[in-house]
């Protein structure tokens, strides 16, 4: 069992660009959650998906956006980059109903913006 | 608002010596809460969590916490602390009104070891 994968590890990026960030589920998990954690900071919750549709979002504007696939992995997508959008990006995977409330985190994508 | 708050920053400890890292919470109702570690450019490990029933949870690598409802706290301990231990420090809460995957986190404690 892979866990949970994300890719890229790394980019780097321009003000006022667009990016995407990928998150592979933990094998059998459902749900996807992403994280902004900026540095010095812990984890801010930006939204969750659930059978392809944003089930929940947290306090960013509408520049982050986000798909899940029928195959339960997910795209964060990120328009019109701010140099405060620089952050590592944890992606998170659950399985819905699970009463033991587990997630299991990915390593992160650390994004840039210059 | 609900919030999780870690007071200190940086704790530097002695291999070997005792460990607590503190968290305060502010919710009404019980909270569910969690303990994780981040290591240097990994993501978050689940080192234990809290539901309800006993107030003192075990969790994994020998760290246990201890839910204390009259305080709002839930300090994280370590009888002997191993140079392996050092890392970043996340206390979370599920957010109210929020599903398993929407957790507020405090800003982190990261934790030195000294040989």
């Known amino acids: 069992d892979a866990g949970v994968t994300q890719s890229p590890t790394h980019l780097i990026k321009t003000r006022g660009q667009q990016v995407t960030l990928r998150c592979s589920p933990k094998?059998?998990?459902?749900?996807v959650s992403w994280y902004q954690q900026a540095l010095g900071q812990g984890p801010q919750f930006i939204f969750q998906?659930?059978?392809?549709?944003?089930?929940q979002r947290g306090n960013f504007p509408d520049r982050f956006s986000g798909h899940q696939f029928p195959n339960y992995s997910s795209e964060l997508n990120v328009n019109a980059l701010l140099l405060g959008d620089s952050a590592l990006y944890l992606c998170?995977?659950?399985?819905?109903?699970?009463?033991?409330?587990?997630?299991?985190f990915g390593p992160g994508t650390r994004l840039t913006v210059t | 608002a609900q919030s999780v708050t870690q007071p200190d920053i940086h704790i530097t400890v002695s291999e070997g010596a005792s460990l607590e890292l503190r968290c305060n919470y502010s919710?009404?109702?019980?909270?569910?809460l969690f303990w994780y570690v981040q290591s240097p450019g990994q993501g978050l490990q689940l080192l234990l969590k809290?539901?309800?029933?006993?107030?003192l949870v075990q969790g994994i690598k020998g760290f246990e916490a201890e839910f204390k409802r009259s305080q709002s706290s839930f300090n994280l301990r370590k009888p002997s602390v191993h140079w392996s231990d050092a890392a970043e420090y996340f206390c979370?809460?599920?957010?109210?009104?929020?599903?398993?995957?929407?957790?507020?986190f405090g800003k982190g404690t990261k934790l030195s070891v000294k040989p």
């Open positions: 998170a995977s659950s399985l819905v109903g699970d009463r033991t409330y587990e997630q299991y």
């Open positions: 094998s059998g998990h459902d749900t």
């Open positions: 998906y659930y059978e392809e549709e944003e089930r």
């Open positions: 919710y009404g109702a019980t909270p569910y």
């Open positions: 809290y539901f309800s029933g006993d107030t």
């Open positions: 979370a809460v599920v957010r109210y009104g929020g599903s398993q995957g929407n957790l507020i």
